[in-house]
C-alpha cells in the first residue's frame, strides 16, 4: 500500500480544488449558453407573435382561431378590470430601425414580462394623456433597445388604433429614480429595462428611452 506523504497532501488537495473550480465554470459556461439560446427563442417567437397581432387571416374562408391565435388578439386594457389577466396582450410596439417587434402585456409581473413587455400600472394607455410607460427585459425583449437613438420612430398598436411616437432621448438612472414616469401634460411615452445590457445578474440601473407622440390613426371601427 502506498502512503502519501505529508508534505504532498496540499498538492493533491490543490489539485481537487482545481478540478473542482473547472468543472464549476465548464457547467456556468453550459447553463450561460443554455439561458441564451432559451431566451433567443423567447424573443423570436414574441417578436413574430406581435408581429401577426391585428394582422387579418390569410384563410380564404373564416374559422375560429384556435386558443393560441386568440391569446395573440389585441384586447382593450379598461374590459381586463383591476384583477384582470397579467398576461393579456393589450397592443404591440415596433421600432424597425433596430428590428424590435414585441407585445405589450397587461403588467409588469413576471409571468407577463415572459411573454412580452409590460404596461406599467397607474400610466397611460396608447395614444392616451400623459405618460405610458412599458418595461421590458433586457436579455430578451428589449435587447435591441442598445441600438436605439434619438429621431428613431416608435409605432405603438391599441385596440383603439396606431400611434407613432418619436425618441428625444435616453438617460441611465438608478431604480429608485421613478421620476421618469412624472405625467406630462402630453402623450409621451417611456421606455424601461435594466442596464447595463450585458450584466450578468440583477443589473443595478435602469436604462431609460424617452419618446413623444408624432401621430395617430384611431381605430373608427
Not at 431566451?39 to 423570436?44: I, P, V
Amino acid at each position: 500500500m502506498q502512503m502519501m506523504l505529508p508534505e504532498n497532501r496540499p498538492k493533491h488537495r490543490g489539485r481537487q480544488v482545481a478540478r473542482a473550480a473547472q468543472l464549476l465554470l465548464t457547467s456556468a459556461g453550459l447553463l450561460a449558453m443554455l439561458y441564451c439560446g432559451w431566451a433567443g427563442l423567447q424573443m423570436h417567437a414574441s417578436q413574430k407573435a406581435a408581429a401577426a397581432i391585428g394582422q387579418p387571416s390569410q384563410s380564404s374562408s373564416p374559422s375560429r382561431p384556435s386558443s393560441q391565435d386568440a391569446r395573440e388578439e389585441i384586447v382593450p386594457a379598461a374590459s381586463l378590470g383591476p384583477e384582470g389577466d397579467p398576461t393579456a396582450v393589450i397592443g404591440r410596439m415596433e421600432i424597425a430601425q433596430i428590428g424590435l417587434a414585441v407585445p405589450i402585456t397587461a403588467d409588469i409581473t413576471k409571468e407577463g414580462l415572459l411573454r412580452g413587455a409590460g404596461h406599467v400600472p397607474g400610466t397611460a394607455f396608447p395614444g392616451g394623456l400623459g405618460t405610458m410607460g412599458i418595461a421590458g427585459h433586457r436579455d430578451t425583449f428589449f435587447r435591441p433597445l442598445r441600438q436605439i437613438r434619438a429621431g428613431m420612430q416608435i409605432k405603438v398598436t391599441g385596440a383603439g388604433g396606431a400611434y407613432w411616437y418619436r425618441v428625444d432621448s435616453t438617460e441611465i438612472v438608478d431604480p429608485d429614480e421613478v421620476k421618469v414616469l412624472n405625467i406630462a401634460a402630453q402623450p409621451m411615452l417611456t421606455l424601461i429595462t435594466c442596464y447595463p445590457f450585458n450584466y450578468i445578474g440583477a443589473a443595478p440601473r435602469r436604462f431609460i428611452v424617452h419618446a413623444h407622440l408624432l401621430s395617430a390613426a384611431p381605430d373608427k371601427g
